[in-house]
């Protein structure tokens, strides 16, 4: 079984996520020991808030501090972004900001109640603007809407999701998170680490919550779509799983 972290925020001094070189390093060795084999990078853009220009600069600059650090037992890193969802990025600029080597670009919801226009822009960056959509962390926007409303991200059918191994923790949230993925709305898993104090379920903790909670058919047919994604599998051969 091939652990993949669709989500961190593992390179230093970029957001809120690792602060230095040690910290990064310490998380890579504890992923590495968790047997995660390739770990994207995904720190936060804000299109409202920065350039796309210096988001990439600043992510290659520290990509490249961390890179010489790098263990033969570390995960294999990937460079993508956190994306919040937004009306004004072009095909172009989603295209910078894709999962490396995939045509997945991971999109991060508001957090409020979702309204129509979110559902459409969400709808629109897949159908009119040539990428994937993998939504972050679907369980997280149960804290403003309904399991329903969450759904409903998938309704068109051309969107995929990844949950929070951490989320699988907790009880209640646990048993949502076990609905989404029954329901068909889950592709890949994420740590999205940040700092370490905050202690975060890494993915094999995650996989061995499911394994209990899921029967070995729903686990496998989570982690093949992870690997799908990974591999830059055509979205209809991923759904039609
Ligand atoms: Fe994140």
């Known amino acids: 079984m091939k652990l993949i972290d669709f989500h961190s925020h593992v390179l230093p001094g970029i957001d ?13 060795d504890m992923m590495a020991k968790a047997g995660v084999e390739i770990l994207f990078c995904t720190p936060h853009f804000y299109p409202h808030k920065q350039s796309l220009d210096s988001f990439l600069n600043k992510r290659q600059a ?9 263990k033969p037992e570390h995960p294999k890193l990937r460079l993508g972004a956190e994306v919040l969802l937004s ?11 894709k999962l490396e080597n995939t045509d997945y670009v991971l999109i991060e919801m508001p957090y409020v109640h979702f309204s129509g226009s979110m559902y459409e ?15 972050a962390h679907i369980e997280r926007y149960l804290a403003n809407n309904s399991l329903a409303e969450i759904e409903e991200l998938f309704a068109e059918e051309n ?10 923790r907790k009880f209640s949230l646990r048993r949502k998170c076990i609905k989404l993925i029954k ?22 903790e995650g996989v061995k919550i499911l394994h209990k909670k899921l029967k070995a058919d729903g686990l496998n047919r989570l982690i093949g779509s992870s690997e799908s994604i990974e591999k830059n599998v055509a979205l209809e051969e991923i759904l039609s799983v």
């Open 87 to 97: 009306k004004q990025l072009e095909k172009e600029e989603l295209d910078l900001l």
């Open 121 to 135: 822009s969400l709808y629109e960056l897949a159908d009119t603007r040539g990428v994937n959509v993998l939504v």
């Open 62 to 70: 520290a990509y490249e501090r961390l890179m010489r650090y790098i």
């Open 183 to 204: 329901n068909g709305c889950v592709h890949a898993l994420g740590s999205d680490y940040h700092r370490i104090e905050r202690g975060y379920a890494l993915l094999d």
């Open 16 to 28: 809120d996520g690792a602060k230095d070189i040690e910290e990064s390093v310490e998380i890579l």
């Open 159 to 168: 969107v995929l999701g990844q949950i929070n191994c951490t989320s699988l």
